[in-house]
Antibody
């Protein structure tokens, strides 16, 4: 059974840091491009970051560039998102998402909620 | 960035009727070298993560009922839900994967009239 299980969300003050993790099972993790997509409360979907299967190529949305870092540990089938200098508008559910080849997003985790508030 | 615009923002349809959602991209997402439209549709039910419904603009994901269909090319696309069922109540998003950033439409909420 395929599972994508995010963790690491929580309440953090503006300017603070968090590290999200997504543990996967049932997929050939090191073959998958992986993404983080977020959804602010009551809002739509917003792509955040992408990492290649080997981890040597990363891409970021402009609004997180320089603050967020995506990485992966293929030996642990785990995807990470290190988030620094968090802002109130980073408040969202963060989803871990697999990408089919270089194309569409085929599998989504249940998400982890990040709340940035003083 | 390619901007995706959906219409309407919400619609209410009677059970058994048809729901039609439109999606327009600010630039063509048709790749001529393989004749494919890089457009997907997702369904998000309340309290759940999104789920892939359709890719390449018109190919249903495995397990998706055939009352869901996608059409269109270039910059204009449509998701049609025939014979609307109660379990189809959800927000539907289009997304282009032609270029990065992979942008989504703002979503269309489908409710029962």
């Amino acid at each position: 059974e395929v599972q994508l299980l995010e963790s690491g969300g929580g309440l953090v003050q503006p300017g603070g840091s968090l590290r999200l993790a997504c543990i996967t099972s049932g997929i050939t993790f090191n073959s998958n491009v992986m993404n983080w997509v977020r959804q602010a409360p009551g809002k739509g979907l917003e792509w955040v970051s992408e990492i290649s299967g080997s981890g040597d190529k990363t891409v970021y949305a402009d609004f997180v560039k320089g603050r967020f870092t995506v990485s992966r540990d293929n030996s642990r089938n785990t995807l990470y998102l290190a988030m620094n200098n968090l802002r109130v508008d980073d408040t969202a559910v963060y989803y871990c998402v697999t990408q089919f080849a270089d194309w569409y997003f085929d599998l989504w985790g249940r998400g982890t909620l990040v709340t940035v508030s003083s | 960035d390619i901007v995706m615009t959906q219409s309407p923002d919400s619609l209410a349809v009677s059970l058994g009727e048809r729901a039609t959602i439109n999606c327009k991209s600010s630039r063509s997402v048709f790749y001529s070298s393989n004749s494919k439209n890089y457009l997907a549709w997702y369904q998000q039910k309340p309290g759940q993560p999104p789920k892939l419904l359709i890719y390449w603009a018109s190919t249903r994901e495995s397990g998706v009922p055939d009352r869901f269909s996608g059409s269109g090319s270039g910059t204009d696309f449509t998701l049609t839900i025939n014979n609307l069922q109660a379990e189809d109540v959800a927000v539907y998003y289009c997304q282009q994967y032609y270029s990065t950033p992979r942008t989504f439409g703002q979503g269309t909420k489908v409710e029962i009239k």
